[in-house]
Nanobody, 122 residues
Framework: QVQLVESGGGVVQPGGSLRLSCAAS????????VGWFRQPPGKEREFVAA????????YYADSVEGRFTISRDNAKNTVYLQMNSLKPEDTAVYYC???????????????WGQGTQVTVSS
């Protein structure tokens, strides 16, 4: 089992940057694929990015490709989401999630964090 805690959310102006962190408990963190998802106000949760076990492969939603970068440091049990050129439509609660299996196109990850709010507003 793994527990996830997100941090780094906040309020930022359009065009600004934030870096989210997802810290995991457990000594087998490298056994998990980690994804970032978000839920905008009044909308359903959507996929943002994912990274495979050793970080060799990454995946992005079209809406964030080229602006967001997912990375991981398995020695620190942490996954990051660097968000640049933020737009008001990026406003959402951001969640990280972990699963032993790569589940492209699915949000059915086994483990979830509590979420962190990101607000992009002038």
């Amino acid at each position: 089992q793994v527990q996830l805690v997100e941090s780094g959310g906040g309020v930022v102006q359009p065009g600004g940057s934030l870096r989210l962190s997802c810290a995991a408990s457990g000594r087998t963190f490298s056994s998990y694929v980690v994804g970032w998802f978000r839920q905008p106000p009044g909308k359903e949760r959507e996929f943002v990015a994912a990274i495979t076990w050793s970080g060799g492969n990454t995946y992005y939603a079209d809406s964030v490709e080229g602006r967001f970068t997912i990375s991981r440091d398995n020695a620190k049990n942490t996954v990051y989401l660097q968000m640049n050129s933020l737009k008001p439509e990026d406003t959402a609660v951001y969640y990280c999630a972990a699963d032993p299996i790569l589940k492209q196109g699915s949000s059915r990850y086994d483990y979830w964090g509590q979420g962190t709010q990101v607000t992009v507003s002038s």
